[in-house]
Structure formats: C-alpha cells, structure tokens
C-alpha cells in the first residue's frame, strides 16, 4: 500500500494560517526598515497537553534563527511581533512543541491542591529536572541537579511539593525546554526595502525641455540649473526621467504622434536605438554620461534621487536588432516583427520576443544593462509597460538586481488589468502606478483605498499616485479648473506616502488635451518644450506647503495607516492617518470644485485617544488656522475657490 | 549572483485562486459520487495575444488527464465544470498556453477589415497550418496541407484571405491547438465519498439492550430480532452500536459512573480489553464473530449499513498492554499511566502514546485493526474521541484505508474546539459530529449553517446532526416537552443530509439526566437496560414521515444546497433546500416549544422560478395540507402543541 508515513510521526502539533503571508508563501510579504511586524498563527495539538510556541525570524542570509516567545490570544492563536532594521530579505516562521515540563507543573499542583500523594510524580520531576541540568550552563547545574535529588528523595517530599509549585521551577521550565518532537512551519519570506520605497514625491520631467532658452535642446546640465532648484524648493525627491538613449529615426514619429516626422523633429525618447547604441547609450544631445553622473551627484548632494526609465523595446536601429535578431519575431520574409495592435502599427518600435528560443541570453543582457545602471549610481527605475513582458522574467531579474543592490526600487508603469497590476507588485515590483488617477467620488476613493490597505494588497501593492503623467491628461483635469487641480494633487499627496506629478505641466494647470483622448496635445513626448522654472501659483503654494508638512509629521509618511472618517455630505472626504509616535493627521477635502460643502464628520475617539469630554484642537497646516472640537461630531465648511481642503494635524491636551 | 532562472523561461502564463481549493492544495477538497464540479481560476498573460485554457481531471490513479475547454467569464476568470462518478481520489488543474494560432486569426481579421494587404501574415498562416497538418490524423491531413499551399500562392490571394477568416480554420485552431510553452497548476486533490456519505439517518443503540426479555444481557441476534424492524420501520438506514470487545475488569466502572463496580456490574465498552481479547476480539455476552458478520449480512438485506465503533484506548487488561507497553506512557515506577483530567482519575483506562518510540509499529498494528473490521464486511466507523489522539496518524490511517475500501466512511466523535474538528475533517475525516446540539435560536442556528455551508467547510466538513448521543442529553430536551423533541429531531434531519439519535431512548422523550450535567440519568454506558421495541408516539409518528420524506426528496439528500428565508419572527425559522432536478423543499419550524407564532416568510422566488404574480402550492408532507401561495411574502401561522413545523414541498403549475 502507498501512502507514506511522516518523517516525523511523534509529532503532534499543528500550526496554520499564519499571518502576514502572501498566497501559501509562495510570495514574500513585504515591509519598510523600521517596521514592527506583528505575526500571528493558528497553533493546536491533540489532547489537552500545554504547547509551547516560539516566533522565529532571521535574515534569509544569516544561519541562525531568533527566537521569542509567542502569547495565546484566543481561539488556539498565538501572536508575537518582530522588528526588522536591514533593507535585504527575512525570513519568519513560528514553530511548537509539546510542552511537556509545564504540562507537569499543571498537573501535579491540581493533584496537590486535590490532596493526592505525588511521589509518583515527583519522580517524573526528577527526570526532568535531568534534562534541565544536561542542557543549562556549567555554572547554572548546581542548584537543578540538587533540586533532582530532592525530588528523589521521599525524607524532603513537603520540601520537594513546595518546589515543583515554585517560580524558580516556572522559569527554569521555560528557561530549559525539553524540545521534542518540534514542529515548524515551513519559513515565509519578507522583503524589507528601504525608507525611500514608503515615503517619496515624484517629479516627472523630459531633460530636453528643461534648456534655459527657448528653441534649444535641454541637457542634463540644464536639469541641474532649472528642474533640481525648482523641485526641491516645491519639496520633491525623485527626479522622474524618461529614457535618456538615442533614438532611433526608422519610423520616426512626428509632433503629436503623426508617422511622419520632419526633418527636424527630435523623436519619442522610447524608440530606443541608434547606431549611436541602445540602453546603456546616451543621447548626445542630453550631455555625455559623465554629464549623468554629474547630475546623479548633484542630486545626492540636495537630497534628491533619479529615477531612470526602462523600455524594453527598441527601434529598428537598435545594436538588438542587429546582433540579436532571435530575440524578435522574425516574418517568413525575414523583416523583425513590429509592435502592432491590429489594424494599429507602430513600426518605430520592435516588441522583444520572450518566447525567444534564446531567452537566457536576453534575459542576462537585459539584467546587465540594470546593472550598468546601478554602477552610474542609478536606485530607482521606472519600468514602462512591465505588462507586456514575460512574469517570470520579472522575478528573475528583479531578485537578482535586489541581490547586489537591495536598494534599488523599482515602479511599475502598468495601467491595465487589476490582477495583472497586483500580480507583477507580488513578483517583486516596490511600487505600482494605480487607478487613483479615474478615482473621482467618494464612494470610488473609499472603495479603492480599502482594497489598497485593507485586503491582501496591504501586504505587497505600494501605491504611487499620480493626478496625471506625461501620458495621461485626465478627463477630470481637462475642465482647466483651480479647484480640480488642487483637489487632486492633494489627495495623491495625503492619502498615498508615494506619489509624483508630470512637472511642470501639471503646476501650470495645463487642460489642452489631443482631442478626445486623455492625452495632452502637443505632448513632450513628441517634440521639444521651454518652461519657465520659476512660475508661482496657488497650486505651487499649496504644492511646498504640502511637500512641507508630509516630511514634518509620520503619519503622512505611510499609506496604510489610513482610516476613512464618517461624515455626512457625498462631496465631503475626510481620513485620519495615526503613527505610533503620536503624530495624528486629519485631512478633509471637499470634492466639489464648483461648490462650497459642509458636513458633520465624525472623529474615531479612540484612534486618536481622546474622551468624548475632552478638548482637542484641530490644527490647519495650511492656513495655520486652530479650532477648538470636543466630542466625535465636529462642523466642517469648505469653500473649493478659497481652498478646498483642510490639513488638520490633531494637537492634544493644551 | 544566486537566483535560479525558472526552468520554462519562455512560460508567459499565469494560474492562480483555483476554486474549489483548501489551504492551498495541503488537503483535498471533498464531494460525492454524481457531483458536478465547477472549477474556477484566474489565468492571465502579460501582453494581448489570446489565451488557450483547459480544465484537466483524472482519477489519481489514472495515467491520463481528460481535457475540457474553459469559459471566459469575467476579470480574468474562467470556469468549466466536470462530473465525478466513482468513490476514489480525483485530480483536477488548470493548464493554458499562449494560443498564438488563435491570436493570428483574430489580427488577420483587424487587418483585413482595415483593408491591409496581408501577404505576410497569410505565410504566417501557411506555418501555423503545416503545424496542424503534423498532428492531424492521417486521414485529416489532405485539407490542411491544401489551404497551406493556397496561403502560399499569391494567386489565390482572395481565396486565402476568405478561408483565414472562415469557422473551418476557427475549428482547426481550435482541434489542432498549437501547444507551446504550456503553464500547467500543481494539480489539486478531490475526495469523492459514495452516496451514503451525503445522505443517512443514524440509529445508536447498545445491543446488550436489545434483549427480548427483561434482566437478560442482549446478543447480536437480539439487534436482529428487535432492533432492525423497528429501525427499519422508522426509515433509519445506519445502525450504529458503540464498542463490541471484551471489557476489562480491573478498575471496571459501576452504574452511573461509580469507580466500584459491583460484582454482576457489565461496565463500560469502552473499556476495551480482558483476557479475552481487544480490539478484534467479540464480548462473548454479545455473540460470537460469525453472529456478527450474520447481523451485518441481515443488515445489508435490508438495506441497513452496520457502523463499529473506533476507540484508541485500552483497559489495564488488553494484550497491548502486556505485548506493547512501549506504546503507553510508563511511569518511573514501572506501571502504566493511566487516563487522568488533574484531579481526576480514570484508573479503568489507558491511553495510547502517540509520542511512542515505537510509533510505526503502533500505526500499523490500527491500521491492520480497521483492516480487519473491513474484511468483516464494516464500511462506517465512528470514532471515539478523535482529537484526543495524533493529527498525522489519522490523515495517514484513513488515506491507508480507504486505498483498500474507498467506500469506508469516518465519523469524527469530537465535540471539541472549532479548529481541531475542522483540522480533523480536513485530513480525511468523512463525517463530523457538531455544535448543532447546542444551537437553539434562530440567530445561532443560520450562523452555524452558514458557517458549515457557505465558508471554506463547504468543501471539507460533512456535518452529521445529533439531538442526543449517549453521551449528551442536552439542557433543550431535559424538560422533556414533546414539542421540544420533535422540533430538535425536525432540524437535525432537514438542516443535514446526514444525521442521528441516540434510542429508543430519544423516542421515548426520556429526560432525567444525571444531577447537574448533560448526561442520561442511569446511562447505557454502564448498566444493561430493556426496552419495548415497538412503542409508537407523536414523536415516532414524526420521524416515520420525515424519513420517509427525506427518501423520496433528493432536495433533502444534501446539506449545502441551503438558503435561509426572511421571516418577521425570532422564534420562527425558514429554510430552502433545492435540487436541480427540480425538487424543492420549503422548512418552517417554530422554535418556541409553549407558545403559538406566526409571522411573514419571504419565499425567494428567483431560487424556485416563479414570476411574483405565479399562483404556486405548498405541499405539507406532515399534515397533507395544500396552501395556494402567490409572491414573496406568504403567512405562517405554527402551534407546536399541534405540530410545530411545516415541511413543505414547493409544487408547480397545476
């Protein structure tokens, strides 16, 4: 017959359902340095023995577990917590054993508080007591193996009974288990990034449009002169760039994406390719690589990162098609295929081919060209279209990249399917572009930001939200109104700790779209612009003031620390985010660019700690206006053509 | 760098949330013989070409997977079904390829219609078609190889353009699929049970209380003459009887528990063991094996299925106790430890060590046991106490049995804590015993259904409902009001398939319990008690007609196909059984034993397919009474001194 026994028969215990966990394990859950994670299991045995139950946790890399405790809370669970200090991945897993030293101590004090006769069992005490001393320190036997001796010896039985009941007998127990028969949970996977992954604002811009004259072609050094001044005085940190290599000219686009480009049209900076080299080439008329590395360190040096852009695709002219036609599609009439969506062409661009016969090879250029990236000094990466390459290489590559630089942070730009966007989040990707961007009404806001921090997701979708992107021109901004742009740039930057805005476009409250399309007309991605870099505004105010605020208090810092508020107007928004350090954040929008709104919104007493008679101020960090509230019911007025929002931090006892 | 790439990089599938599922594929899911199995999952690709995905399942033992296309139904989902008809384990998956033939045809016809010229994707087409002609039957092949020449003769141009778009190529594409890189799902396990498993009506008696006359000690052959027609009579299909070994004298236990058993005291079965024999050996007070064997062979001619009782446990007189010491907890003084809850001492029982060193030979020794049972012809066990013994043992003694009688069904006797009836249930337990016996209000009675019925248990966790065992008398019947009992018996055999009581004395509305506890007054486990086989009451009356019901209604074969109904009144409780062959049975019980009640029951129209303005009957199959109902909201009007429930059958146009 042919079902196999256990290896491990004796072993009683069970241990189930623990949390966090991602899909059985098969994904890492995922956490920031610093962060507590509080794991909790199901842990039973047959029979009515005492169980002991340990959390353990270790870093993958290192050998040896830590263990602590874990306290029962109910229902055969068992919670206990640990903190993790290194961006790289743990590991953690709870395991159990029969207690059967305790299940003693129980015991022998009902048969004593009974008045039984236990020499019998003091002799089992004995033999316990045995195990003690083989496993305690030199200097801590003594005192076991005398304790032993009294147990066997039936002139000291009252002295004997009075010590098995003892503390010292309590402690010794748990001080040296007897671990027989240990049952562990097979490890699950944590990945920890860095703080940066959990707490950044985004500055999205083309270099090419950043030259201080109009007419020219921006460079890297302009970058330096004119986006990082003004990014870091609005308070930004990520420099958003898009691809930085030469473009090809096959099929180059033209202004406003026509097929037909002129002579002196520039190209989209994702027909990646030329015979000036691919994706470790840099355009010439961006500067010279030194010039990037320049800029990566000036960026350093105010604080601020860059984050590149990784099209996996490539003109016709790219050095790929060339030395590696395998990992196209080639027709029967030997041309590579080029990206099509039927009857649409786009014949400046050629897929790669991941079915390709010879994937490992790709898979190893494309990873090393990350890895050049890295050497530049290059930590973040924006990923483009990650849904249109093959899963498996994501977590391949991403793995390996995390290996020599675990701080590298990666974004996915996947706009489509909701389980194609989580499934690339829980293969490795630090962040995901979202739907926030079409979130409008209350109750779509509600829904999406409880699916974000309330479900499964909480444990590996990182939002990074964006009121638009250098693609995306939403219906919702296309009305051109104040209110609407204020209304939207304030939402990304409380309700998710990550967020960016295409710049500065989006400060200039820019409303002309391509006609019928979410797109903007005449698209930087198309041609070449010239801003002014010092323009002001309500929103560029609003914009410092915000950026100002998310770094002075935490609990703006995450995203899913956030609990929606009751208040009764489908116009009004209010949600409170709390950090362990007491720093409490009350933001209330009202939703309606058009009209003033007000409401009662109702204060989660107990989130915040107060008592229902006690008064507490509200404290606008944008007005710099305090009101006195008491209570859980408190009046709201919001007038979206004076400001539509309040930014209240909650301030205690005064 | 230490990733390993995956072994099938060129994979672009992902499968994932199969349903059914349990914890991950760690256990099997559970159904029965007839069952149609809907399957479910997410599948889902990187990128837009089309998708091919199958439903694969097998008999485990088979060598091949038998293939069904799935639907599309929404999300990235897709679903297909497959029937079950044999009592054996099945393994069902899902598996799916890029299906690059089918995603040709569909960009052959954007293009066409955009009125491209398709040259090359016609030679794409020639490719795809030599493909199919290679796998293509021999006879099949001539068609194939023919549309393959015409797509690569630019003279037949038109006519290959129509024949790309054509249903023949469609149904090619799909018959001759070309697979490629095929992403399969670790297959998930199915147990299918027999019919019994899904439906029976459990009769517990004590065959030493079977005897014709007073003062005697009843035999096997007494169940015969006195037990069989009286169950059979009542419409009972299962006879369980608990221990029939020889039972130890030393500690033997006296009337009502008493430690001092009087010399003429029988004791208590389930103290197994003497001189005599254990495990396979027969009380000689009860018959001989050969009368056993009788009773099951009588059994079986009337459609009667015999089930024994499992109790790993041994009197201080079993031969293990001699041959097998190690398999017992020895004490330092060389005895056996005996059963003990501190302070309480069970001194007339042994239990197994499943921490025995000696484990594999003790497994062995219970499985040879249930082996041995099964050659006698037994094929349902219950078992004692199941949470009190090791987890891994049962999950491999049960696979071990039912790999040599799939048709042995397991009914687990653990009135314990909810995790560890589920964790048994889940390792291959057949039947549960339940909380049912303890649920008495309306609020708790759906709770506990819905839990059973619409959680993860649906797939695992067969109830088996109990008013009473030997065990338990509950506090609900220790009044011993008739309404009470038979509104207790009404919903144990139409909220479950599957159900039992403990008799006759169930029937008789015995009440009187021991002071103080839910347990029988001068209770069967320790004295020999007589019984009139043939009173009839209100409550026989009851049962006779349910049973009857129950057998001609498949809608009540079943215990998932349950929906509760809206009802203006706590006291009143109405629930829907359906099947889909059309059959559909409306309960509504009175909870209040005293008092009349009458309320509004809201009949889901949409479940039984009626129009609101449809005139339909309600057949009472108690009383006989017929009601012209019509819409939802339908009066109900209950007196429990006359009969506290309706059991309607819902019937159509007429």
Chains 1, 2 share one sequence.
Not at 207 to 229: I, M, Y
Not at 481 to 492: K, N
Request: include cysteine.
């Amino acid at each position: 017959m042919g079902i196999p026994k256990p290896i491990q028969g004796q072993n009683r215990v069970i241990i189930e359902k623990i949390t966090p966990q991602l899909d059985g394990g098969r994904f890492a859950v995922k956490a920031f340095v610093g962060d507590t994670i509080n794991v909790e299991g199901d842990v039973f045995l047959d029979g009515h023995d005492l169980l002991a139950v340990r959390l353990l946790h270790k870093k993958t890399k290192d050998r040896n577990w830590t263990e602590s405790a874990m306290s029962f809370i109910g229902n055969d669970r068992y919670a206990a917590s640990f903190s993790v200090d290194t961006n790289c991945q743990y590991q953690y897993t709870i395991e159990s054993w029969v207690d059967h030293s305790a299940s003693w101590q129980h015991e022998i004090k009902a048969k004593i508080k009974d008045n039984q006769h236990v020499n019998i069992e003091l002799l089992v005490g004995a033999l316990i007591l045995d195990k003690m001393a083989k496993i305690a320190a030199k200097e801590d036997k003594k005192p076991i193996q005398n304790a032993a001796k009294i147990f066997r010896d039936s002139t000291h039985y009252d002295e004997a009974v009075a010590f098995s009941l003892s503390d010292t007998m309590k402690e010794w127990i748990s001080q040296y288990p007897d671990k027989q028969n240990v049952t562990q949970h097979p490890p699950l996977k944590l990945w920890v990034d860095r703080e940066k992954a959990a707490f950044s604002a985004w500055y999205s811009v083309f270099p090419r449009s950043a030259a201080s004259r109009n007419g020219q072609h921006g460079t890297f050094k302009d970058v330096e002169a004119n986006v990082l001044p003004r990014m870091k005085s609005l308070g930004f940190d990520v420099l958003y760039i898009p691809p930085i290599h030469p473009i090809g000219t096959q099929f180059r686009k033209g202004k406003n994406n026509t097929t037909n480009a002129l002579p002196d049209d520039v190209g989209v900076p994702y027909g990646i390719g030329s015979e000036l080299g691919g994706h470790t080439a840099i355009l010439p008329e961006l500067g010279t690589l030194d010039d990037l590395k320049h800029l990566i360190s000036v960026c350093k040096s105010m604080d601020i990162e860059l984050a590149m852009d990784l099209a996996i695709q490539c003109s016709p002219d790219h050095p790929w098609a060339k030395s590696h036609p395998e990992w196209f599609k080639v027709r029967p009439d030997g041309t590579i295929q080029y990206a099509e969506n039927p009857p649409k062409k786009y014949q400046d661009i050629y897929p790669v081919n991941f079915e390709s016969e010879n994937w490992v090879e790709l898979w190893e250029e494309l990873k090393n060209t990350i890895l050049t990236w890295g050497k530049w000094g290059v930590r973040i990466i924006r990923v483009d279209n990650p849904h249109t390459k093959a899963f498996g290489f994501w977590e391949w590559v991403i793995a390996e990249v995390q290996e020599v630089y675990p701080d590298m942070i990666f974004l996915a730009e996947a706009f489509t399917k909701p389980k194609v966007m989580q499934q690339l989040a829980k293969l490795g990707y630090t962040h995901s572009y979202t739907y926030y961007t079409w979130r409008n009404t209350k109750a779509e806001l509600i829904e999406y930001m409880n699916e974000l921090t309330q479900t499964d997701q909480q444990y590996y979708m990182r939002p990074n939200f964006w009121p638009n992107t250098h693609d995306i021109l939403p219906y919702s901004l296309q009305g051109g109104l104040e209110p609407m742009f204020l209304i939207r740039y304030f939402m990304a930057a409380t309700l998710s700790s990550n967020y960016g805005t295409f710049s500065p476009v989006f400060e200039a409250m820019v409303k002309d779209a391509y006609p019928g399309k979410e797109e903007y007309s005449h698209s930087e991605k198309y041609e070449v612009k010239w801003w002014d870099w010092t323009f002001e505004n309500k929103l560029t105010h609003l914009i410092r003031t915000v950026n100002r605020v998310r770094q002075e208090n935490s609990a703006l810092q995450r995203t899913n620390n956030i609990t929606f508020c009751d208040i009764n107007n489908d116009q009004l928004l209010a949600y409170l985010k709390t950090h362990q350090n007491g720093n409490q954040i009350l933001s209330i929008v009202n939703l309606d660019a058009y009209n003033k709104q007000n409401g009662v919104v109702k204060v989660p007493l107990n989130l915040i700690g107060k008592h229902p008679d006690e008064e507490f101020i509200v404290h606008d960090l944008i007005s710099g206006a305090k009101y006195f509230w008491k209570g859980e019911y408190n009046y709201i007025d919001l007038d979206p053509h004076i400001m539509p929002m309040h930014l209240f931090r909650i301030e205690g006892n005064y």
